[in-house]
């Protein structure tokens, strides 16, 4: 099930790592990298191919009241969507100049959804004192160094 499908989920952004399909990890391998974040992530949903490759899965961490739907695409409308990205966007500094020259070679990509939880008789809160942000960016990071990718937060227009 999508946690956009749960009433106890809002859907707050969504990142994407963009790499190159010969860099495609396996469930296991993700699995792998996201245990050694910490024992305080529950992986559920978790999806594959008939090979083991990663489709999909769903991390949730209660004590940042975040979730993360993560999921698999390639091909075509990957390559098209890294090469707009690169016409777009503006090196801020040398290394980002290296990231936008990556990315019309990307032909896969993880998006990240990251949802925040909502919790009961919490109303009179903001959304960001619940929520902390710090899930998205040590996974978004974990995954960069998994598949040695490049991390988009499309919504600011920067590299990662």
């Known amino acids: 099930m999508s946690t956009f499908e749960s009433d106890d989920y809002q859907w707050r952004e969504t990142y994407f790592v963009l790499f190159r399909s010969s860099k495609r990890p396996t469930m296991a391998q993700v699995e792998s990298t996201l245990r050694r974040l910490g024992d305080h992530y529950e992986l559920t949903d978790k999806q594959t191919d008939e090979r083991g490759f ?10 940042d009241f975040a979730a993360l739907d993560i999921s698999y695409l390639a091909g075509e409308e990957v390559l098209e969507q890294g ?29 990240i959804m990251h949802f925040e939880q909502l919790v009961a008789g919490a109303e ?5 004192e619940m929520l902390d942000p ?17 991390g988009v937060d499309p919504q600011s227009g920067s590299l990662m």
């Open 54 to 63: 990663f489709e999909s899965l769903t991390l949730v961490s209660p004590d």
């Open 83 to 111: 090469a707009a990205l690169a016409e777009e966007m503006r090196p801020v500094e040398t290394a980002d100049a290296k990231k936008l020259a990556e990315l019309p070679r990307c032909d896969a990509r993880f998006d």
């Open 124 to 128: 009179g809160d903001e959304p960001d």
């Open 134 to 150: 710090s899930t998205l960016l040590v996974v978004l990071e974990a995954l960069v160094k998994l598949t040695h990718g490049v």
